[in-house]
């Protein structure tokens, strides 16, 4: 195993919808013990601490997108703080709703650009989160950022996206909750979509193997992006956006586990948990454990036995 330095950042954004409570998140991350899990498979974590947003005007109330500016703030800083912490490991951003992967994914995109190599994305998530601020019916932002850093327009306000990730680096995993906006969007995209049906027909390896076999083809930079509600919620219910249905510990270990025998993983997201939901730390203590599978942890070495 590659052993590597984890970043751990904090980004405690609260303002991509309107039911509070993942402000939380990073702390639970810590208190379910991320970095004594990494630290326990060779890893260096080094804890940044939280990040803040960058100033902003404030947000006007009744405004159609909700906490616009906040958000705002938000992408800027942490576009920044990712693009600055490529250079020293593997960033892992600890949300907070996934508003910030406008953010996170930008920032690394612009490393990435730098070296010359292309950026990619796995999505892992119940919905596609590719609406725009005006096509929106609940104003909510966490449900934008794929839209924002692939390049769509309507994002007024925002830092403009030097470095937009091509739809056809995109793979998304998990769908269950796409509205009739975003499907006539993703229908006219080169975005990768696999919903449960797919997943239940096929096997969630599959997929994501032939996602990865491109990566590597390319030496692409990879970028994970783990949404609580990509789980079933009766495995991981500390999310506000619960949607039956969604993949088993089993199938999401399998795909941390896949991702880690790949090799390709560069930065990670761990969004959307709400502490204020959760039972007794479960859903934190789960998505520790999937991080740890992204980056090594095994139930048993898989090696071929000698008989001999």
């Not at 498979?41 to 500016?69: E, F, M, Q, R, W």
């Not at 960033?91 to 953010?103: K, V, Y």
Request: aromatic letters at 6%; glycine letters at 10%.
């Amino acid at each position: 195993m590659t052993l590597n330095t984890c970043i751990l950042i904090g980004a405690p954004v609260d303002s991509g919808k309107r039911r509070r409570g993942c402000l939380m998140g990073p702390d639970a991350y810590r208190t379910a013990g991320l970095d004594q899990s990494l630290s326990d498979l060779g890893h260096k974590a080094i804890d940044l601490g939280n990040v803040t947003p960058a100033p902003h005007d404030p947000d006007l109330p009744n405004s159609p997108a909700y906490a616009l500016n906040e958000t705002i703030g938000w992408t800027k800083s942490l576009a920044k703080v990712a693009e600055d912490t490529m250079t020293q490991g593997v960033p892992l951003f600890l949300g907070g709703d996934h508003s910030l992967s406008a953010g996170s994914v930008t920032g690394v995109a612009n490393f990435a650009a730098k070296q010359g190599r292309p950026q990619y994305v796995l999505w892992l998530d119940a919905h596609t989160d590719f609406h725009t601020p005006a096509s929106s019916g609940s104003g909510n932002l966490h449900g934008t950022p794929v839209a924002y850093f692939t390049g769509r327009d309507g994002f007024d306000g925002f830092p403009s996206v030097q470095n937009p990730v091509p739809e056809e680096n995109i793979c998304m995993i998990g769908l269950r909750s796409v509205d009739m906006e975003e499907r006539a969007a993703l229908t006219a995209s080169n975005i990768r979509c696999h919903d449960m049906r797919d997943i239940d027909e096929h096997g969630i390896a599959r997929p994501l193997n032939a996602f990865l076999t491109d990566v590597a083809k390319q030496d692409g930079m990879l970028h994970v992006s783990l949404d609580v509600d990509f789980l079933d919620p009766s495995e991981a219910p500390a999310v506000g956006t619960t949607v039956p249905g969604g993949a088993t510990v089993r199938e999401a270990h399998l795909v941390m586990e896949l991702l880690h025998d790949s090799g390709l993983v560069t930065s990670m997201d761990l969004v959307e948990l709400n502490p204020f939901l959760d039972e007794r730390g479960r859903t934190a203590k789960l998505m520790v454990d999937l991080a740890a599978s992204a980056l090594g942890r095994r139930v048993f070495d898989r090696q071929t036995p000698s008989f001999t």
